[in-house]
């Protein structure tokens, strides 16, 4: 008897020994989703780059024309613009920006396929609403599909603001993995507002929740943390916190501190950190 009690003791022993083990080696290594986390940060890189092709169209509060108002939001020659009309001050405008099929460098991004931005009013006026459609669209190999719509909400002149909303978003990475998304943010514009040229335009992401999900059923949760600053003259996030919670994703993705480059950091629940290049 006395052997068989000290045989379960030791199978029991053993078994807490391998349990312990097995939830420490989870706790320290744990299942992060790397390909989704990428592709929420891709899908507000794509997000961010296509309202800088409205502000360009927008600008042309005149013309309405394939030349933007400085350098930076010149269109080059292999981009076709079309205006159902171009009459000063007459609205719907629609100007459709066809990049082709071979591939369209502008602001060191890569586009093929067509955008359809509709204007109600100009883009700075409360109430006005910009929509953007995209048509079999990539940018920088990324298929994006969805349409994008901005409703002007400014209480303040001084400080122009939107309401971003997303719906039937879906991006296919490079891969040919599809993540569907959808969600409303917040944006305001709080420099360049006294000036005719778009590259001193900084805009901040105040708040918003966004959704992206796979195929395979996990999902996520994306939650602005800490304002997000996008300037016109930059083509990435470059300051910001999101929260990031989702089926194998808890924790916090930081774009940096004001910094223009592709880089951001996700650090997981337990202290884990990960690099993601866009």
């Known amino acids: ?32 989703d790397q390909k989704l986390m990428i592709a929420s940060a891709e899908i507000d890189f794509t997000n961010e780059a296509d309202f800088n092709l409205g502000n360009d169209v927008a600008s042309e509060n005149s013309s309405y024309s394939s030349r933007g108002s400085d350098n930076l939001g010149r269109f080059p020659d292999c981009a076709t613009v079309t205006v159902n009309n171009t009459t000063p001050g007459v609205f719907p405008k629609v100007i459709t920006i066809d990049f082709g099929t071979v591939g369209c460098l502008y602001n060191n991004i890569t586009r093929t396929g067509v955008l359809t931005i509709t204007l109600s009013g100009y883009l700075m006026n409360n109430g006005s609403v910009m929509t953007i459609e995209r048509s079999n669209y990539y940018v920088n190999g990324r298929h994006v599909e969805g349409t994008v719509t901005y409703v002007n909400e400014t209480t303040n002149p001084e400080t122009p603001q939107w309401n971003r909303t997303i719906t039937n ?70 300051q910001g916190k999101l929260i990031l919670d989702g089926t194998y994703l808890d924790g916090v993705l930081d774009y940096g501190t004001g910094t223009c480059d592709n880089q951001a950091t996700y650090t997981h629940s337990n202290g884990q950190t990960y690099a993601v290049n866009l």
Do not use: W
């Open 169 to 238: 978003g879906r991006i296919t990475n490079l891969a040919g993995e599809v993540f569907t998304h959808s969600g409303t943010r917040t944006v305001k514009m709080v420099e360049g507002i006294s000036t005719l040229a778009l590259g001193d335009n900084v805009y901040h992401i105040l708040s918003g929740t966004h959704t992206v999900h796979r195929p395979n059923g996990t999902s996520l949760t994306v939650t602005v943390l800490e304002t997000l600053v996008k300037r016109y003259a930059c083509n990435y996030i470059s």
């Open 1 to 32: 008897m006395k052997k068989f009690r000290l045989q379960l003791l030791s199978g029991l022993l053993i078994a807490s020994v391998f349990m312990a083990s097995c939830v420490k080696e989870e706790t320290e290594n744990p299942v992060v």
